[in-house]
């Protein structure tokens, strides 16, 4: 079926490096992706979002980048500082209607000292 | 602290036991979410509310779950005859679905263990 996954279930950075998290999708009609950071104890929260007639969106540290060519996602943090650490899932949504919000299975970021 | 909240934070039940989650969203938001997540994976959609109107309930895991928003405001989750199964996190999100934008902003989550 069609699913959203991560290429990485774990990524561990040093402090200042730049991270880069990947994710694959297989559904071609997706129109809208989000990142989100979640956590230990909290809901996931909002990062940076972009449309899939973008292939580029810059946040404060975060770029997101899209690839539809090859159903590609990445979210790119600058500088990453230990707050940085947390899962991370991506999540596409088709069409706007709520039941095609379909997230990923997440990726853990781990910034060492 | 995104201004949903979640109500418990923690339960734990025996099997066989009903319990009920509460969410209470973002005051002028129309749309409600409920997602269940457990242990390393992403939330997985069950249900959403825009309004009164229960939109999808097609991914409720078995007809034991059902949800409601009554007059459009919090909604709550009820799971009945509970299973060992059902031992997740129950995460509410709400949005304001303005054009085709629908940012969706979580509560913190019910963690419901059932023994």
């Known amino acids: 079926g069609e699913s959203v996954g991560l290429h990485l279930p774990t990524l561990s950075v040093q402090e200042g490096d730049n991270s880069i998290i990947n994710c694959a999708y297989s559904?071609?009609?997706?129109?809208?992706f989000i990142w989100y950071k979640q956590e230990s104890g909290k809901g996931p929260q909002f990062i940076i979002d972009?449309?899939?007639?973008?292939d580029k969106r810059q946040g404060q540290r975060v770029t997101v980048l899209l690839n539809k060519t090859v159903k590609h996602l990445s979210l790119q943090i600058a500088a990453t500082q230990p707050g940085d650490s947390a899962v991370y899932f991506c999540?596409?949504?088709?069409?706007?209607?709520?039941?095609?919000?379909?997230f990923g299975p997440g990726t853990r970021l781990s910034v060492l000292p | 602290d995104t201004g949903v909240s979640q109500d418990p934070r923690h339960k734990i039940t025996k099997r066989g036991q009903n319990v009920t989650f509460r969410c209470d969203p973002i005051?002028?938001?129309?749309?409600l979410y409920w997602y269940r997540q457990t242990l390393g994976q992403g939330p997985e959609f069950l249900t959403y509310?825009?309004?009164?109107?229960?939109?999808?309930k097609s991914r409720l895991l078995s007809d034991r779950f059902s949800a409601e928003r009554p007059k459009g405001s919090f909604s709550t989750l009820e799971i009945q005859r509970t299973e060992q199964g059902d031992s997740a996190m129950y995460l509410c999100?709400?949005?304001?679905?303005?054009?085709?934008?629908?940012?969706?902003?979580f509560g913190p989550g019910t963690r419901l263990t059932v023994l």
């Open positions: 999100a709400s949005s304001l679905v303005s054009g085709s934008v629908d940012e969706q902003f």
């Open positions: 559904n071609s009609a997706s129109d809208y």
């Open positions: 972009i449309r899939s007639n973008m």
């Open positions: 999540a596409e949504i088709r069409d706007n209607y709520g039941q095609n919000f379909v």
């Open positions: 005051s002028e938001h129309n749309r």
């Open positions: 509310f825009q309004n009164e109107a229960q939109l999808e």
